[in-house]
């Protein structure tokens, strides 16, 4: 079931640079979302572009959902400005939501936009007490905001080193478990910027190890209809239908693909 | 609010454009689909076409470009997959199709009148900018266009409506051609061809380069060219291009249509034009305007 809600908001802050939380109350979408999966945001009710914005689900629970966002953008902008009160107009939840984790030991890497499914996947792991490794990149340490805890397996990578681990989320990686070092049932989650994804896609290949992808891609509807949100998967990739084999939609198919079965994170 | 294209009455003058409402169930958590006037469903080919690749869309201010290239199933499995959900519908149903050469068109045509299905009639594509199968090189010539009519009125007895493309010189020629080849109606406009550029990477933000732009950003365009395909044809006009509100339903009457479609404005909110029929139903009686007729075609021009 996909809902059209108004979700109120309770709470919308930076917490860190330029990067921010809304938590909404949206019952219908809160009570029938899953980890991975995605709303469709209309910025304001007088919004006079055409597209909505889509925006990952960072929590679900107690009737409210909540979103993570970089605010970059004419949309970002507006929602950073979200007073508390505001009734914004939600479609979701959308796309499917992470598998497998629950037989593996789960890594789960973030970063930059790609932190809101993430943590989502994080705290169900935490909750359904499954042992499993975080990883977060950023560029230096004001984009993070939650602490460097080797200890409990969670590490952060800053590119200049003003936090955790100095390098990129996949220089982590190499660092904590050198080739060969996985145990059997690892499996890898992204979600993060393409160049990243793409990097965390060859070091899974390199390691054979199994590995799901949140993608970002351009989109408009959100449900199927408009057909604008591809991702060119390998041809030989069997899908129910037809004419979406080669040219998946992030909405339908997605946004979670293997790495696999796609041809690049772009 | 009721109004009729031949012998077929709509329960609102607002039906969904092509491709931006799939074939209805797809939003039918979102929507009472059956509330619309009628639903207008993808474009449907000869055979099966998996798109262009991607970047397929790009957003432009008040509107966006796409370039999807007409992605569907094809008519057989169109025929049996389809259909079927298409039957269940209680509003009214017309077939989009789309193709490359007459054959195609006409092999597309026939296949779906031998299914029986509940569809009242046929919007043809001959106005798809994005690929060369789109049917554009009817779309911009009047005999083709005229053939085309001719040999898919002799196939059908359901509506016949023939789908314009801005892209031309005279717009109203191509009408004229659709009339004289025996055409209910003509639909005007469909996408008109644009070009968005990536400054930083200096690429074209849709892989094909060039586009269809679509939603608010033409809708003075999509006016001028019903207003012009009124003045030339005797057969009802169905407006389309950028709606997002009752009053822009009012301005296409005004400019000549009888009936419009919304597209694009779909994606943001799949409930529009049923939303819209009610404000529609507000605007009418606050105006004293008894029926839609009292509307189509009657700008009144400055008279200095």
Redesign the interface.
Known sequence: MIYREMGKVISNEEIAEGIYKTVFISPNISSSSMPGQFVNILPSLDWRNVMRRPMSIASQGNDEISIIYKSVGEGTRIMANWAIGEKVDLIGPLGNYWEGYKSSFPIIVGGGVGIAPILNLHDVLLEKKIDHCLIMGARHSGEHFFPHEPQNKVFLSTDDGSLGIKGNVVDILKSIYPIGKHSQNTKIFSCGPPMMMDEVRNYSNENKLDCDLALETIMACGFGICQGCTVERKAETNGVHSYRNRFALACLDGPIFNAEEIISCV | MRVKLKDIEFSSPILTAS????YGH??R??ADVNQWGGIIT?SVTRH????????????T????I?S?GL????VE?YCNEIIPSLNELQTKVIINIAGSAMKDYLETMEMLESKNGKHVGYEINISCPNVKEGGIEFGVNCEMTEQLTIEMRKRTDKLLIMKLSPNVTRIEDIAQAAESGGADAVSAINTVVGMAIDVKTRRPKLNTAFGGLS??AIKPIAIANVHKVFKAVNIPIIGIGGIATAKDVVEFLLAGATMVQIG?????N??LGIQLKGELSEYYSQNEIEKTEDLIGKVEYHSN
């Open positions: 491709g931006t409402y799939g797809e939003v958590d979102m993808k099966p076409r998996e798109g262009n690749p991607p970047p397929r869309i790009a957003e201010r008040s509107g966006m796409n999807i992605a569907n199933l094809g499995k939603g608010p694009t404005m779909n994606y943001q799949p409930n």
